[in-house]
């Protein structure tokens, strides 16, 4: 089981650790809510939890839960931007579905 960043996640994640002044890495998991069942979370993380499982991405780590990993194993996070759009993008192969609005997915 294990999630990865494309190089431009990297550089992005990077900097906001940078800015914040402090953090070990940045936590990808996944809560209950939206039209079609989960939402992805993202959040800076100073401490590792007992059930942590951490994935290495140069010098970066990227941090999961065992209940999230199950819904985004082999998932690729990667940071896009379009027009004046940019955000994170989760290429996770695991989605059956999505909602219209592209805030929720079911696995």
């Not at 800076?44 to 839960?65: G, P």
């Amino acid at each position: 089981m294990a999630i990865s960043m494309t190089t431009a996640a990297a550089e992005r994640v990077r900097s906001f650790l940078h800015n914040r002044g402090k953090g070990i890495g940045l936590r990808v998991g996944v809560k209950t809510t939206g039209c079609s069942g989960l939402a992805y979370v993202l959040e800076f993380v100073d401490t590792l939890n007992d059930d942590d499982q951490v994935f290495e991405h140069d010098d970066l780590k990227l941090i999961v839960d065992g209940k999230s990993l199950v819904y985004i194993d082999g998932t690729q996070l990667d940071f896009t931007k379009e027009g004046l759009n940019e955000g994170f993008k989760f290429n996770n192969p695991n989605v059956n579905g999505e909602c219209g609005c592209g805030e929720s997915f079911t696995v």
